[in-house]
């Protein structure tokens, strides 16, 4: 007995096709915004300034001992010179030109100023879009109170400029940089930044 055609075509249309995507359980959508703050959070700090920091620290500090005043300078000076670098990177960006190249600036007032191209790759109304905005500073400032944490935790820094501190400055020290690192993350999370400073990977805007 032959089949009908016509008819296997008509139960074939009938079947439902699921051309939309399902719907986001509540759980994963919390579990997407956890990771999307973390990856704010990852590029806070800049970890080319604080490998920069650990690494000298002991040296400058000659492990904590500090045994002239030329140390402290030096210890000074070196937690100056990190926290300025991670105030300024994170007013860094990154994008990608014309050819595909990714290019790197510093956000100005005016725009983003580019420093490896020599025509800036992008046209003024470009440039604009990567001005800098109050966000920054704040994530900048965020970026220094977060090294001043991690330097609060090295010891080669705590013993240099006091040798030998009180039970209640050492209470101090030890629950003083966990207080930093808890605030920042949460203002980081409300306040997230969408600049991809220098050493960071790019993401579609």
């Not at 096709?17 to 990856?39: E, I, W």
């Not at 001005?131 to 080669?156: C, E, P, S, T, Y």
Request: proline residues 6%.
């Amino acid at each position: 007995m032959a089949i009908d055609e016509s008819e296997t075509n008509n139960d074939d249309t009938l079947l439902p096709k699921s051309s939309t995507k399902p719907a986001k359980t509540p759980t994963q959508h919390a579990v997407r915004k956890t990771f999307k703050a973390s990856a704010h959070l990852a590029n806070l700090l800049p970890t080319g300034s604080v490998l920069t920091f650990q690494v000298l620290s002991p040296v400058i500090t000659r492990q904590g001992k500090c045994i002239s005043l030329t140390n402290q300078i030096f210890t000074a000076a070196l937690l100056g010179i990190c926290a300025a670098s991670c105030f300024l990177l994170c007013l860094s960006d990154s994008f990608r030109d014309r050819g595909g190249k990714v290019r790197h600036g510093f956000a100005t007032l005016r725009g983003i100023w580019v420093i490896d191209s020599p025509d800036g790759g992008l046209s003024p109304e470009e440039a604009y879009k990567y001005r800098l905005r109050f966000v920054d500073l704040f994530h900048a400032l965020l970026a220094i109170m977060v090294f001043a944490g991690v330097a609060l935790f090295d010891q080669n820094v705590v013993k240099c400029f006091c040798p030998e501190p009180s039970d209640e400055t050492r209470k101090m020290l030890s629950k003083l940089p966990i207080g930093i690192a808890v605030v920042c993350s949460l203002l980081v999370v409300v306040f997230p930044s969408k600049r991809h400073g220098i050493g960071f990977p790019l993401s579609r805007r």
